[in-house]
């Protein structure tokens, strides 16, 4: 347990904020600060204009050396913006910086009580002397700290992994990259072109994949799943399934004795292969065999056998020869690796618009999403890059892309979000067809274009230019002609004010981006939260993107929220350099916030184990007794154990019992102290 400094008797200081008119503009600050004088144990109270400036702080600092000061109380806005730079004030000022308390009195008194000045001050008052209450018994805590692992994971091998592990790598970390399927490459590596530059996705992909597999930092671990995650920032184990391959890879086949074995990318097993079954790299729109590679690109440059629908016939061991690299016989194996930091980016996935039923996808040969567009458009996708009408085979002259298919859809059957970069690729796939198909016309359905970066407004503009007919309103549904198999978009032109029906060849759906479907599972084995959308939660939307609820868990990419590939990279190389601090500095300090146990009062009964969410609490043996000890590393002080205890022998550091008591009784009481 920290070391407690024994005060004889508490001196409070309050300071009262005015953050400009945020908080002064609905609370009568001197009313406030006039009541803080009267309340039992405060010596000093004062105000300033904004508290958190270095005069603001620096009369923290003073006032604590000249009143002999035992707590500081500061009354402004979120503890979870401006605690840290208060308790660094506390502490300069030669006081414990845990003995410093918040009462905010803006995000949830003046924002929301703007219009009732004499009820936000008389709640403001009510906020200073509850913290006012904690404050007189806080005690000095002593933060701990734990050595940090010099290794770093990175789950997932999309765009957003591909550089947080390459950034990690070659800042000299040991950087295990595990993607769950064969090969790394995410949704970028399924794309023709990216916009706005209409750069060749491959093009500039394959070259970060290459050094991926190259680089002499990163293991990478393709075909594999995190099974288990056990521990806490600095030293957390992981436990992976590496998934039954059936091929080993050349250094397989060496360690194994097989000299000049492995698999070496020949494609002969694939030639020989009776078992076609739908590609999934492809969107089921070209085939597959049981053994197969993704594309010609992938990296590792290794063949899979999927043995769902493999019929173990042998022929591919047969013509695989003396490379002997195929294992019909191969199980999943496991290993458990020890990092410091992990980062997440674990991508996402496509909505399944064919819930939308007014839109025929799956009902409607010529419908297709744009995903599949991508691959249809695209030189290495199933046609060669020669758009045509699923239906017949035919070149489409007249195209129909609606966006927001899916997104911003209150319904309750699509996502209420935006998705972000829609609206983007559906002008660059307009581009395309233009630029493909002399004649081609396309035609844009659009609530609103959402050209957002940088090039982007130029580009929507070039579009324009080019020819492509935007209609603004959102189509209510498609009906198929059942003899030319044309489609036939209704929708209400908002902008003449009517409804119109347009004819096209073709129609491609821009559909809104999910959370991927393992998320909650991911959720749950790193114990990180998620929005109500579903997406993995950052500690703070402005100041700390990349951090998570889990201290030394990172988030890179869409797995956190919809964005695009500059963004996504931007985050990455944001999540790769948090990841890195901790590893670089050889050890992190814990806030003093976790459960101690009493010992002396503890009977052993271990029934507040399987209440901590996040595994921290164990039953031991210590001078022949059974009791409770916690990991302080994996603690956050949520209180759930606390409030269970049958016995009350947890303490809740710095949410003591006597101190939380003491704030319900400032509160009740009123100022009858």
């Not at 086949?253 to 739908?278: K, L, M």
């Not at 002997?324 to 191969?330: F, R």
């Not at 003449?496 to 559909?511: H, K, N, S, T, W």
């Not at 009062?601 to 595994?615: D, T």
Request: proline fraction near 5%; glycine fraction near 10%; charged fraction near 20%.
């Amino acid at each position: 347990m920290a070391e407690v400094k024994k005060y004889e008797e508490p001196r409070i200081g309050v300071f009262v904020c005015h953050c400009g008119t945020n908080i002064a503009g609905s609370i009568d600050i001197k009313a406030v600060m006039e009541y803080a004088s009267t309340l039992p144990n405060v010596v000093i109270a004062d105000d300033y204009q904004y508290m958190c400036s270095t005069p603001g702080q620096n009369k923290i600092g003073e006032a604590i050396e000249e009143q002999k000061l035992t707590g500081v109380v500061v009354a402004a806005c979120s503890p979870r913006l401006h605690e840290p730079t208060f308790r660094a004030a506390t502490k300069e000022g030669g006081l414990n910086p845990f003995r410093f308390e918040m009462a905010n009195i803006r995000e949830q008194n003046s924002w929301v009580h703007m219009h009732q000045p004499e009820e936000a001050t008389d709640k403001a008052k009510d906020a200073v002397r509850i913290a006012v209450a904690k404050a007189s018994l806080l005690e000095d805590l002593i933060p701990k700290s734990v050595p940090v692992e010099r290794a770093a994971m990175v789950v997932g091998g999309g765009v957003g992994g591909m550089q947080a592990a390459l950034d990690l790598a070659s800042a000299g970390i040991k950087t295990y990259l595990v993607e769950k399927e064969p090969s790394i490459g995410g949704k970028m590596s399924q794309l023709d072109k990216t916009f706005p530059t209409l750069d060749c996705s491959q093009c500039i992909l394959t070259p970060k994949m290459v050094d991926v597999y190259r680089h002499e930092n990163i293991e990478l671990l393709t075909y594999t799943e995190v099974e288990a995650v056990e521990g806490y920032i600095g030293n957390f184990d992981v436990t992976l399934r590496k998934k039954a391959r059936g091929v080993m890879t050349p250094d397989e086949a060496t360690e194994r004795g097989i000299i000049g074995g492995g698999c070496n990318g020949c494609g002969d097993c694939e030639d020989v292969c009776p078992v076609i079954r739908p590609n999934p790299f492809e969107l089921g729109m070209s085939p597959m065999k049981a053994i197969y590679i993704y594309h010609a690109q992938v990296s590792p440059l290794i063949y899979t056998i999927d043995f769902d629908s493999c019929v173990k016939c042998g022929l591919c061991v047969d013509v695989c020869g003396d490379k002997k690299a195929i294992e019909l016989d191969a199980q999943d194996t496991f290993e458990t690796v020890k990092v410091g930091t992990i980062v997440l980016a674990t991508g996402y996935d496509i909505f399944p618009v064919e819930e939308k039923h007014e839109w025929g996808y799956k009902n409607y040969d010529n419908v297709i999403t744009s995903l599949e567009f991508e691959r249809l458009i695209c030189a290495s996708g199933p046609t060669g890059g020669h758009l045509i009408r699923p239906s017949d085979g035919a070149t489409p002259k007249k195209v129909g892309f609606v966006l927001c298919a899916g997104s911003r859809d209150n319904t309750g059957v699509g996502k209420p979000y935006c998705s972000r970069f829609c609206c983007m690729y559906s002008l660059k796939h307009a581009h395309q067809i233009i630029e493909k198909i002399p004649g081609a016309v396309p035609y844009i359905f659009y609530m609103d274009i959402r050209s957002f970066g940088k090039m982007y407004e130029e580009f929507y503009y070039r579009i324009q230019d080019e020819g492509a007919k935007f209609i603004r309103g959102r189509v209510a549904n498609i009906q198929e002609d059942p003899v030319t198999k044309n489609l036939h978009i209704n929708t209400e032109d908002t902008l003449l004010g009517r409804p119109i029906d347009v004819e096209v060849d073709m129609v491609v759906l821009a559909a809104a981006v999910q959370p991927a479907a393992e998320t909650e599972a991911t959720r749950r084995l790193f114990g990180v939260s998620c929005s109500q959308d579903g997406w993995l939660l950052e500690a703070h939307p402005k100041l700390n993107p990349c951090g998570t609820t889990t201290a030394g868990v990172y988030l890179a990419g869409v797995c956190q929220g919809p964005k695009d590939i500059p963004d996504t990279v931007a985050q990455a190389e944001g999540a790769a350099s948090a990841a890195s601090i901790p590893i670089h500095r050889g050890e992190v300090e814990l806030e003093p916030y976790f459960a101690v146990c009493i010992e002396d009062i503890c009977a052993g009964c271990g029934m507040c184990i399987n209440l901590c969410p996040y595994q921290a609490l164990a039953l031991v043996e210590k001078d022949g007794r059974t009791v409770m000890q916690v990991t302080e590393a994996k603690c956050k002080g949520c209180g759930t154990c606390g409030g269970f205890c049958p016995g009350g022998a947890i303490r809740m550091q710095h949410f003591t019992t006597p101190q939380i008591v003491a704030q319900i009784d400032a509160f009740l009481l009123g100022g009858e102290q």
